[in-house]
Each structure stands twice: as C-alpha cells, then as structure tokens.
C-alpha cells in the first residue's frame, strides 16, 4: 500500500489545490479506504443498525460521546474557554452518575450543551498552520496539523485507558471491543450522510475534501468563523456593487455618450448604446392631472 501511496502521489494532477499538494497519494489512501468501508466497515454498520433497536443505539452513542467530555473539557481550557470547559466537566460529572454512565444524556436536559473540541483545534487557536491536508488510511480526511493532534489524542482516548487504568481482567480484549463498537457506532451514525454523498457528489474526493476545510474551519471559529481573505488577483466581489459589476463600466461609458444617432440613407446602423430613462421633474403631477381627468363623475 505504501509503494502504490508513493507512486501514485508521484502523478500530475490537471488543476492541483494549493492545500492539497499531496493529492495523488491522498487520493490512492482515499480509494483504498472506501475499498475497506465498502467491503468491510458498511455492511458491518448496516447490520449493527438492522439488528439493534434504535434506544439501544442512542445508549450506546450517548456511552461513547460521554468518553469524550473529559477530553473535551481538557482542550477548552487549553484555549482559555474556562466556562466551557467547566459545562463540559459537568456533562461528564451529570451523566457518568445520573446518567448510568453515559448511557442516559442527563446534561443535555440540564442545559449543559454538547461540544466538539479537539487537540488539533487546539493547535489552531494557538497559531499553527494547517498545512497540507492528508488523507490518513482507514481513519479518513485530515491535514498534518490534524493528525498531530491525532496522535495526542490517542493517549486520552479512554475507550483504550480505562480498561488499563482500571485493570481489568482480559484488558487487551476489553480494549479492541470498545474501540471497535465505538467505529461501528460512528459508522452506522454516517451511513445516511454517505449514501446522500454517493447520490450527489461528482467528484467524491473533492467533494469530500472542500467538506472538511469548511467543517474545521467553523469548529475551530465555534461557529462563527471570519470572512475568508480575497486573493491578490481576485478580490472579494460585494453584491450590488457598481465597483465591481463587470458590466457597470460599459453601461456607465454608454450612457455618457448619449441617445444614438440615427443612421443616414446608406450609412451602417450605429452600435447600440444604452441610455438611462429621465423621469421628468413633473411627472407625478402630470400623472394626477390624468388620473383626475379619467375618473368617472360623480
């Protein structure tokens, strides 16, 4: 797989992405995860769905994402969201206890909203560049500054500590249960937004690609993200706006110039030139004068 990675990422590609550098090999890592999600990881998903009651599937996704609290609070204070990170703490405090572990999503109802924090916003909030995106085999789209915070964020990833933290008997087989229920879960979560993807997406990768800039752009801006910078060479167009309106010089041009002549007997028809209508200063008056000298007598 490495070898077909480095050759393929040796190809031309017509109309690169500047973010995308890497795109030949992101693409042969993205053919080969959608051979194993197809081949593998779909059906799996489609029969964990078609077997499991749907109130069985929000336990065990309510299980998962309670995981994920304590790691989310983490990097909300990394980036100085001390309020945050003090309702994610208590989302994971409200459903471990309340909420039988995680199983029942207690907080939510207590209005302590769920959010998505990682280590590789982190990076972002404090100033490191995405860099080229990268496409990381079987885990999918990403950028190098994302897999870094991939890295880190193995080693809180409690569906793999707890059972080592905890010593539990068996601990290894503990661990790739977990792990693996919780890539089917995730899976099975997606199967509607990839089957709308197969329906609509031309091109699949890129498609897929532009998607997650945008997803990651808004969660590091926690929704709000800046306007995007104009290029040099393209500014930022404003609707409506006669500076720049293509057309709006020419009209501009036109309507200095004046009504057209009248070609002469013999003579070619002048070019067309578009005039601005006048509104004489009177016409409302003249246009109550007609209405009073229409209506009928009384």
Not at 103 to 118: C, G, I, S
Request: net charge negative; with cysteine.
């Amino acid at each position: 797989m490495l070898l077909a990675a480095v050759l393929a990422g040796c190809a031309s590609v017509s109309s690169p992405d500047p973010r995308d550098p890497w795109e030949g090999m992101n693409r042969a890592t993205f053919e080969f995860n959608d051979a194993v999600d197809r081949a593998v990881l779909k059906p799996v998903a489609e029969g964990y769905r078609f077997v499991l009651p749907e109130i069985v599937r929000t336990g065990i996704r309510n299980f998962f994402s309670n995981l994920q609290d304590p790691w989310i609070a983490l990097n909300q204070l990394l980036q100085g969201k001390v309020e945050r990170a003090l309702d994610d703490a208590s989302r994971f405090l409200w459903n471990s206890t309340f909420g039988l572990g995680g199983v029942l999503d207690v907080a939510t109802d207590m209005r302590l909203p769920k959010h998505n924090e990682d280590f590789g916003q982190t990076l972002a909030v404090w100033g490191v560049d995405s860099g080229p995106y990268f496409v990381i085999p079987i885990l999918g789209p990403s950028t190098v500054r994302d897999a870094a915070g991939i890295v880190v964020a193995t080693q809180a990833y409690l569906p793999w500590q707890l059972p080592k933290w905890l010593d539990f008997n068996n601990r290894v087989t503990w661990q790739w249960s977990l792990t693996g229920l919780d890539l089917v879960q995730t899976r099975a979560n997606l199967l509607d937004a990839t089957n709308l993807l197969e329906e609509a997406a031309l091109d699949r990768y890129a498609f897929i690609r532009d998607a997650y800039f945008q997803r990651r752009r808004n969660l590091i801006y926690d929704g709000n993200p800046p306007p995007l910078p104009a290029s040099d060479d393209k500014p930022a167009a404003v609707p409506n706006d006669p500076q720049t309106d293509a057309g709006a010089p020419a009209i501009e041009a036109a309507q200095r110039e004046g009504p057209p002549a009248t070609a002469q007997p013999g003579e070619a028809a002048p070019p067309f030139r578009l005039v601005e209508p006048q509104v004489p200063a009177d016409a409302s008056d003249a246009l109550s004068n007609d209405a009073h000298a229409v209506a009928p007598a009384p």
